[in-house]
DNA sequence: CGGCAAACTTGCACACACTGCACCGTTCTC
DNA sequence: GAGAACGGTGCAGTGTGTGCAAGTTTGCCG
């Protein structure tokens, strides 16, 4: 009952969804993704083998499929902002608001251990691209540009989206570790403020 | 003979990639992607099946390999820019370089056909990631930055890619048709100056 | 030149990924 | 409660991707 809008079926279907991308980021970040079959996955969600490939067409593309609350946190976050705001201004918030859930960082702490994998890394990828994607929509839907005119949305939503996969991945270590050990949130402030800057080098003199 | 740094088996080796990508791109594009086998490629090239695995791990790294010649006229052009121009200027010129490939204009053409095939497509964008790493490594050797504490360079050189890739999805019309029919240069001087107005909407009045 | 050693190619065997098809059970609709 | 629709499952088959053990080419040095 409640809102029957989703009947039980599809809940059901949601619920099993959940549990095989759960178990694939679980199952994968704990003994490595080649070491990880889909027989494996789909028991852990008990389902049939075959089941798996009704939901995903391949293990990474399960492993990965959690981003999308990442997305739906990004695209509200944003939507949620005062409409007479920059658009940058309220990206940066709704940046803010992805670092500062939970369920995003617990992602990236598994997924840390998953780069490398050049597959899985790729479709990583493809989920930020769909972000980017929905994110666009968002800003046409504030401004009213008119997309197939104005490469504004999107080139703002791939630079917001782009801007936080480069702060995870300095935050991550991937370029050795900084020394000032800063924060997410204060690394997402950094690369907002280098957009405003319109990406001209400022850098300080070395230390 | 000639300049002997790379020796004759070498030589071997990267003529066999070559011809392995080739043949993967363009079989592909003629027959999509998911009727082409890695025998047919191999046959292509005129080497066994089992070679091609030992240069590529899966056809769509195949069919995505050439965009590495793009990298490096990216990587190249920038660095041939005088050192004391500011960062984002060069990148204009690096990317106006790249798309004025006939190589790239080629390979853009062809993959157009492959759009929409999922794995494929993340293939592609892990190929731009491995282009911004490039890209971000040219722009510390001139600033002198410090990657480990700075991000800017990584960023500088990610966002110059995602521009590149939001101007030709616009001009291979992912978002429609644009009426001005803009050519890809034009598209990625558009890029720039937004980024170098700081992502400020100034978008105009619709018409 | 002769011959060794490293590296590339190839065939074989095998595990696994992924798909089409058919069947069964459940859920929705009337 | 009967029929339609839909999701779950087993089966069979094609293709991917890898380890292994050859055979062959290339580079190197005595």
């Known amino acids: 009952m409640a809102e029957c ?5 599809e809940r059901k279907k949601a619920a099993t969804r959940t549990a095989l ?3 694939a980021l679980r199952l994968c970040s704990e003994h490595g993704l080649e070491h990880v079959t ?5 028991d852990a969600a008990d389902v049939a083998p075959r089941t798996f490939f009704n939901y995903f067409t391949s293990k990474e593309e399960a492993v990965v499929a959690g981003n ?4 739906d946190v990004l695209v509200e976050a944003f939507a949620a902002r005062p409409a007479d705001e920059p658009v940058p201004e309220s990206l ?13 960082r617990e992602r990236v ?5 998953l780069r490398g994998h050049p597959t899985l890394l790729a479709h990583q990828l493809a989920a930020f691209v769909a972000q980017e994607r929905a994110l666009a929509e968002a800003v046409v839907a504030r401004t009213g540009a008119d997309p197939a005119r104005d490469l504004y949305p999107m080139l703002v939503a791939a630079a917001a ?7 995870v991945q300095h935050w991550l270590g991937d370029h050795g570790a900084d020394p000032r050990d800063p924060d997410l949130p ?6 907002m403020a280098h957009f405003d800057a319109g990406l001209r080098a400022v850098t300080a003199a070395p230390a």
Chains 1, 2 share one sequence.
């Open 186 to 191: 204060q690394l997402v402030d950094e690369v």
């Open 92 to 104: 940066r918030h709704a940046l803010h608001a992805v670092v500062a859930d939970p369920q995003h």
């Open 5 to 9: 809008a989703p009947g039980r079926r």
């Open 161 to 167: 989206v782009t801007g936080l996969r480069v702060a």
């Open 68 to 71: 999308a609350t990442s997305t």
């Open 38 to 42: 889909v027989e494996q996955i789909a």
């Open 21 to 23: 991308a759960a178990a």
């Open 109 to 113: 702490l598994r997924m840390r251990v």
